[in-house]
């Protein structure tokens, strides 16, 4: 009777270790997910901060290229060495038919 009370202790004691070393990891593992959960957070924070600053710049770029474009006239071309070519020619060549099989 007294060994089994002794092995009963110590299988008591086992399983409270067991369950400590479990308790333990689920709070490390707890700490590690919301630790991922804050920084994506923020990282989708940060990246959604970029994009507005991007579209923001883009649109006034675009802006700007209208402008540009339609401040062009006969005198700008002429000015910037743009002129009528008098041939013109283009460059063409046959058509080929396509296939998946190869070419012989």
Not at 9 to 21: D, I, K, N, P
Not at 22 to 46: D, E, G, N, R
Request: hydrophobic content about 40%.
């Amino acid at each position: 009777m007294n060994y089994t009370r002794i092995q009963s202790r110590v299988w008591g004691t086992y399983a409270l270790l067991g369950a400590s070393m479990l308790f333990a990891l689920t709070i490390c593992l707890y700490t590690v997910l919301m630790f991922k959960t804050v920084s994506f957070t923020a990282y989708k924070q940060h990246m959604h901060t970029s994009m507005s600053e991007s579209t923001a710049r883009l649109g006034d770029l675009e802006a700007q290229y209208m402008t540009l474009k339609n401040n062009i006239t006969t005198e700008t071309e002429s000015k910037l060495g743009f002129r009528e070519v008098a041939i013109k020619s283009y460059v063409s060549r046959p058509s080929q038919a396509l296939s998946l099989g190869s070419n012989r």
